[in-house]
């Protein structure tokens, strides 16, 4: 009988329950931007600690840490290479160092120390660690919550290869980014599809950002922003519609809402793609399930859902689920077309 090699229960919880120090390593080594000053190639963690004005024997105990879980590599004691991972920590438009630092910021981690109380009586987390609903709040103070909007625009980055890779947008003539901030997912559908026109419409403060998305990837004439609210109907006729971790932040009756301001501006027979996590059934790993969390933690209302979920929220808003698409990614893309 092979002996058994599996580390004991006590051990794994340990793991477990200190997780968040590693989430914190990594937070602290994207908001010094560690990933970017080690550049190509070898360096010493002394001399990246005189370039980010660090200490230096601090900055080598955390670059040790790191690189035993897979970021960063020491090839000889106080010296550093990249790896695939701290690669995606270093600037640019599919960095998730934005992620990283808005995942470790203190507003974020309070709203996780507040889960136990939101779990009791519902609400938020962030609300009750802060006072104010965590979008509001991002509204009052612009500086501290520019990590979040570089979380989701480098998060966008990657979902939208990861949905230009999967789904067949061939034959569309319009598509209508639905919430969809700078425009960033809708201009690198329509890099792919050169026929294709595209939209995007969110909040006239948010949407202002998108033609500089358009000019930079090279759609301007093919690309419009519209002002507007995903809980007014959409004023865009057109033949598809895209949503991207959209409803996964509103309740089921919020959810509603949008779905019903998409289909009352949408024809009939436009499809809908809803761009979401999927909670998997059964006991194994599931990511999603920790991000449904989150949105308790952060939004109260907001949760992840099963594809039962997404199809019962399909019915009641005059669409009818053709197709789930995986893609390499943490999301899927649900299909629907309007009845």
């Not at 998730?96 to 938020?124: C, T, Y």
């Not at 990590?147 to 480098?154: D, L, Q």
């Not at 004023?235 to 519609?241: C, E, G, L, R, S």
């Not at 952060?298 to 019962?312: K, L, S």
């Amino acid at each position: 009988m092979e002996p058994n090699h599996a580390p004991p229960p006590p051990a794994v919880l340990m793991q477990l329950i200190t997780g968040r120090w590693i989430s914190q390593a990594i937070s602290a080594a994207a908001e010094l931007k560690l990933a970017d000053v080690l550049g190509e190639g070898e360096k010493s963690a002394t001399s990246i600690a005189k370039e980010t004005g660090t200490d230096g024997d601090n900055t080598y105990r955390l670059m040790r840490a790191l690189a035993s879980v897979g970021i960063f590599f020491e090839t000889q004691p106080g010296t550093f290479r990249q790896t695939e991972m701290s690669l995606l920590l270093r600037s640019g438009p599919t960095s998730l160092s934005g992620m990283a630092r808005f995942i470790g910021m203190s507003e974020a981690v309070n709203a996780w120390v507040e889960l136990p109380n939101a779990i009791k009586s519902g609400g938020s987390g962030f609300e009750r660690a802060h006072g104010l609903k965590a979008f509001d709040w991002m509204v009052k103070h612009p500086d501290r919550a520019q990590p979040f909007h570089e979380a989701m625009s480098g998060f966008s980055a990657q979902v939208g290869a990861a949905v230009s890779a999967t789904v067949d947008f061939t034959g569309i003539d319009h598509l209508v980014d639905v919430g969809g901030g700078h425009g960033l997912l809708v201009s690198m559908l329509l890099q792919k599809y050169e026929a294709m026109k595209g939209s995007v419409i969110d909040l006239p403060s948010v949407v202002d950002g998108a033609p500089a998305m358009f000019k930079k990837l090279g759609v301007e004439a093919r690309a419009t922003a519209v002002p507007g609210s995903f809980f007014e109907p959409v004023t865009v006729k057109a033949d598809a519609y895209i949503l991207k971790s959209i409803l996964h932040d509103w309740s089921d009756a919020d959810s509603v809402r949008i779905l019903k301001s998409v289909a009352e501006g949408a024809k009939p027979g436009a499809r809908l793609f809803i761009v979401e996590g999927l909670v998997q059934p059964g006991n194994a790993p599931d990511f999603i399930k920790f991000l449904d969390l989150e949105m308790i933690a952060i939004t109260g209302g907001g949760r992840e859902r099963t594809e039962a979920e997404f199809v019962n929220l399909f019915n009641k808003t005059g669409f009818r689920h053709i197709k789930t698409h995986p893609t390499p990614s943490p999301l899927v893309v649900l299909e629907a077309i309007k009845q």
